[in-house]
């Protein structure tokens, strides 16, 4: 090799070594030129492939991450809903309706914490409070577990709404249920209770026309359903 | 945690921290599942069920959680749902006035461990103050 070669092999290296910086730096589209065809255009040339793949992998871990991204946002966003949903079926699943002139029936499902008794309580207040009906039905049926503090709670309720000037029907307690409360100790015997829905709706209604009718002291009539 | 005696024969179904309301819920759930599975009918599923219901609420309201052990086994002669809830929290410094019908430190009934006694075959109640609460009912077919 003579002088020139070699100042010139050196000139390439030293271009090779500025591009390999910048491509560390995160320049990837810089590539190593040359007008030569020697020995070092083979390493010359290897380098420019190697940043071209590279740049693909860099290009396709980008797009990733912004895919992960996305999802995750997705994720995030029905994470969001589900909540959403749980806060709404929180109130769906103490619907206060109306369903007969002066009737308003509250069918209580599922697990009563304190949170969802609270909601209860306050829907079926408010409702009677709007409606001015003065029975209220409350069905639990879809009541597994009736324990201490579920019976406080109905408890509460009645006293509740008795304050408000209605009276409250206890409706769906299985025999299972009963055979339990008695065994916990615990006193219904202030609650009006009936058997099914049915029995309540009914209870109900004859209620209304011996109100319409004004046939028989109501307090009469009560005594005389509760047993 | 305070543990009561028992019998190496007895086969663990079930163990589990509760700490949360959910957790309670759960925790009732398995322990029908496994009556049902015991071959116990509606009447003495729901028994067993709102006796457990009344101790993991006393173990979350007053000690603030603990953990839940479902076992079965043979217990005086009889094969057996056996659950135990243990906690650390306070214990209680009376247990003949804890048992009594109507007593609450707080805003309860006062029926919840009088109430959970009758609706089992056995109930075992130990509690140091400073150390904790262990209840242990047992239900049998
Ligand atoms: N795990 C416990 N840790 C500490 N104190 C308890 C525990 N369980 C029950 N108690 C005490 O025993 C009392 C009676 O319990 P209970 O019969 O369930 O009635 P209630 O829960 O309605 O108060 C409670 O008020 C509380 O002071
Ligand atoms: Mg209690």
Redesign the pocket.
Known sequence: MNETNITNAKQRIEHIEDILSSVAAGDLDLRIESEYEDDLTGIEEAINLLIDDLTHELKKSLKLKAEMEEKLLKIQEQQKTILQQQEDLMELSSPVSKVWENILILPVIGTLDSQRTQVMMENLLQKIVATGCTTAILDITGVPTVD?QVANHLLKTVTAARLLGAECIVSGISPAIAQTIVHLGINLSNILTKATLQDAMIYALRKNEQLINGKVVLNQAINEETI | MIELTSDPGWELLEEHPLETEFDIVKARQSVRQFAKDAGMGIVDQTRITTAVS??L???Y???GG?IIRIQKGLFDHHQSLIIT?L?E????DNVEL??QDG????Q?????????KRLVDDFELQ?QPGK??T?RVVKWK
């Open positions: 201490t | 009344e101790l609420r006393n173990m309201m007053y000690a603990g809830c906690d929290g306070p214990g209680i804890a048992m007593y609450t430190s707080g309860g009934m006062g029926y919840g461990l009088p109430g959970a509690s904790g609460t209840v």
